[in-house]
């Protein structure tokens, strides 16, 4: 058997660099699309194996599956953005682990920091993320769930005035508020990649 992680969105920001680090930890790793196929890659980020389904050869059993893909939208706007937001953070990845057919595996959930800030108040994102967590435990055995904080990189045009601000103290700048776009990025994905990705070997 092989040394193997599995993944999703790892075309994104965060996921890009995520992906080489896996590349370096792990013998392959399956990179699982929402159009409903998977692809495998080698160390020299090859594709060895291709498949149009969520079957995989049990020879690339993951030991790890890193679940990046989501939808971020705490404030849905209608039945569509609801139903978005339950295919992408919930039904996605159990899609996958159905597939996989693997008794025991690390599955670790990527949410957003803002769940964190006022837990009185419930959104379809933040139920989706829990719900995953919460039927998966018992099944899978091993879940965590990681808050990442603002890792858009440098096209954020958000304009957050929280951002702007604490950078403006940190640096000691006078603080202004632009208009139109802001750059910034308070997360270093480099340092956030090399901590999630060893995180199989960190009890929960």
């Known amino acids: 058997m092989y040394h193997v ?5 790892i075309n994104g920001f965060i996921g890009k660099h995520l992906f080489k680090r896996l590349l370096n930890e ?3 790793v399956i990179s699982y699309l929402r159009e409903g196929r998977c692809e495998i890659y080698d160390k020299n980020s090859s594709i060895v194996y291709l498949s149009h389904s969520y079957e995989i050869d049990k020879q690339y059993t993951p030991s790890v599956f890193y679940n ?10 209608n039945i569509q953005d609801i139903l978005t937001i339950t295919e992408s953070n919930i039904v996605f990845p159990l899609k996958i682990l159905n597939k996989l057919k693997t008794p025991k595996i690390r599955f670790i959930n990527f949410c957003s920091y803002l769940q964190l800030i006022n837990t009185k108040i419930l959104s379809s994102y ?3 993320k ?8 018992p099944i899978v055995g091993n879940v965590s769930n990681v808050f990442l904080f603002d890792t858009f990189g440098n096209h954020d045009i958000r304009n957050k005035v929280v951002d702007v601000f604490i950078r403006k103290v940190l640096s000691k700048d006078v603080i202004t508020i632009p208009i139109n776009e802001v750059k910034i990025n308070l997360s270093e994905v480099s340092d956030i990649c090399s901590s999630v990705s060893p995180m199989k070997k960190i009890p929960v």
């Open 26 to 28: 792990y013998d392959y």
């Open 126 to 128: 933040i139920l989706s």
């Open 5 to 9: 992680a599995a993944a999703t969105g």
């Open 68 to 77: 990046l893909a989501t939808n971020y939208n705490p404030n849905p706007k």
């Open 130 to 137: 829990d719900y995953l967590k919460t039927s998966v435990e």
